[in-house]
């Protein structure tokens, strides 16, 4: 048993040759996308209004318009491939897209797998949708309570182990908010800031936010590992610099209707040009 | 034990099983495995009655009852498995019964996520299984038939003490199929966020990406082993039930 175990390790660690920063750039992904005349971006259609479908079907939305904002500054066509917060780093892995911007928490574990290049672009923590009835004040409040929550969030468990929250986690938004509508839980947790977009929508008068935001993180892009210290991660750390020096990512937060944040004003204000333009 | 897949974690670190050796989600696995044992087992059970009964109520004299169990069939069959599983637990769940929780608002629905997912899959299945055994019945001789009532058999009689075990005996093979097939369906109820063993590997492999390697390799074991088993059993009750000169 433990040879065999031992055996299918040794096997697992000639899989995961791919050391990242060492290896020498071979820039396959990018060099493929240059050949194919097409760059291929993965982005979510659940998560309005980052990434959905519009009523005729087509996949818009903020990170949808820097995808396209990437196809232009390469030069490339742009094919739009929706994934799931539970298969986005699989399909990159697999190749079944160059990239995805998909409302990414960056995280330690995260990194490992796919290339997170920085600057990151955005930040959300973590709050909850409850109805305005049960008058929700403290996390503690979820304790042993059924709470819905998506397949793939990385605070489910954080939630689930620091305030014995009872988790459902279905694997689409969708289903999620129907089963709150449904009321087979008491709240949902989510991006504070994908909340906030639902509650200004107007579609749910019955529900608030009432808890303190927590486990503020960023968010990040992703592109192969492999190539995170290559051209490919290079270049999206350019992208992400400028989006933020020249106001970009400000100007998409307001087209998109979403609540200001303090992180995008101080990014702007931390990548300024120290030329000033007249 | 648990020593040698902490330091394979270390060392491989696609490699992290992590299930051998936290209690947590060796707990989540374990309770996966269960669900799935006991959404089979139910399913399974389920889906033999509901073709046993339809298939026989596809013979009766009522046309109006041969008309409902063909409607059945048709609605069932000719759905995909997961647009049931959400019509069933998202739209047919509101209009069941709810008992309301102690702080006046949670619905705690009388048929729970599990329950959907087993009627709806039991369903799905049984629909197969009463074509399943219309042809093994159909496979019965007609003369056959009409001895037994010429002895004084009802037509109940008949169908429980001469036909279905003859056609049973026909009917296994592609029974066997069908019920496999459904073992391996029980995973589509991740859409209902029904906790087996899909759900909870999906959980882990997100909370842990190092983890996901040995995690799909297990879904992969344990699925096979079931599947394996359940064959096993349909295969000794198929030679069990041989009958010597009679069909296969």
């Known amino acids: 048993m433990k040879r065999l175990l031992s055996g299918i390790a040794a096997l697992g660690v000639a899989f995961s040759s791919a050391a990242p920063a060492l290896a020498e750039c071979t820039n396959d992904v990018w060099n493929k996308m240059f050949e194919r005349g097409k760059v291929v971006i993965g982005v979510k259609a659940d998560y309005k209004p980052w990434g959905f479908r519009d009523t005729d079907g087509n996949l818009v939305g903020m990170e949808i318009d820097m995808a396209q904002d990437v196809a232009d500054t390469l030069g490339l066509e742009l094919e739009l491939v929706p994934v799931q917060s539970s298969n986005r780093m699989q399909f990159l892995e697999q190749g079944k897209v160059d990239m995805f911007i998909a409302t ?9 797998i796919v290339g997170i290049p920085l600057p990151p672009y955005y930040t959300s923590g973590t709050n909850v949708m409850a109805p305005k009835a049960l008058g929700l004040t403290s996390w503690e409040d979820l304790r042993d309570k059924p709470v819905c929550g998506k397949q793939g969030a990385f605070y489910n468990k954080i939630v689930e182990e620091r305030y014995g929250a009872q988790i459902i986690a279905f694997t689409g938004n969708a289903e999620a908010k129907q089963a709150l509508r ?52 290079q270049f999206m750390s350019g992208m992400q610099y400028n989006w933020h020096r020249d106001g970009t990512l400000i100007e998409l937060e307001a087209k998109w209707g979403i609540k200001p944040t303090a992180f995008l004003a101080k990014e702007n204000e931390r990548y300024a040009d120290w030329i000033k333009e007249e | 034990m648990e020593d040698f897949f902490r330091e394979l974690a270390e060392e491989a670190p696609r490699w992290n099983f992590i299930w051998m050796y936290e209690e947590r989600q060796q707990d989540k696995i374990l309770s996966g495995i269960w669900m799935t044992i006991k959404l089979s087992v139910a399913c399974v059970v389920l889906s033999v ?31 995909p498995p997961f647009v049931q599983l959400l019509f069933f637990y998202f739209a047919l769940g509101q209009f069941t019964p709810v008992v309301t929780g102690d702080d006046g608002w949670t619905q705690y629905p009388i048929i729970t996520n599990v329950g959907w997912a087993i009627i709806s899959l039991s369903f799905f299945a049984g629909a197969f299984n009463v074509e399943i055994f219309r042809a093994g019945i159909e496979a019965v001789p007609n003369s056959t038939q009409e001895a037994a009532e010429s002895l004084g058999f009802t037509r109940l009689q008949t169908y429980k003490e001469v036909v279905l075990p003859l056609a049973f005996r026909v009917s296994l093979p592609a029974l066997n199929n069908n019920l496999v097939n459904l073992v391996k369906t029980t995973t589509q109820a991740l859409a209902l966020a029904v906790p087996e063993l899909l759900y909870q590997s999906v959980t882990i492999w997100n909370d842990y990406p190092s983890a996901q390697y040995p995690t799909m390799l297990l879904v992969w074991v344990v699925y096979i082993l079931l599947v394996g088993i359940l064959v096993l059993g349909m295969h000794r009750w198929e030679r069990g039930m041989r009958i010597p000169g009679y069909g296969t």
């Open chain 1, 182 to 233: 449904d009321r087979k839980c008491i709240a949902w947790v989510y991006d504070d800031s994908s909340i906030g977009s639902d509650l200004a929508s107007g579609e749910w008068e019955e529900f608030e936010m009432p808890l303190a935001s927590e486990d503020d993180n960023p968010w990040g892009l992703a592109v192969p590992l492999a190539e995170k210290e290559c051209i490919f991660g």
């Open chain 1, 104 to 112: 990414m928490s960056d995280r330690p574990d995260r990194r490992e």
């Open chain 2, 49 to 79: 009655i509901i073709g046993i009964v339809g298939a026989w109520l596809q013979g009766a004299r009522s046309r109006i009852v041969r008309a409902i169990v063909q409607g059945y069939i048709q609605f069932f069959r000719n759905t």
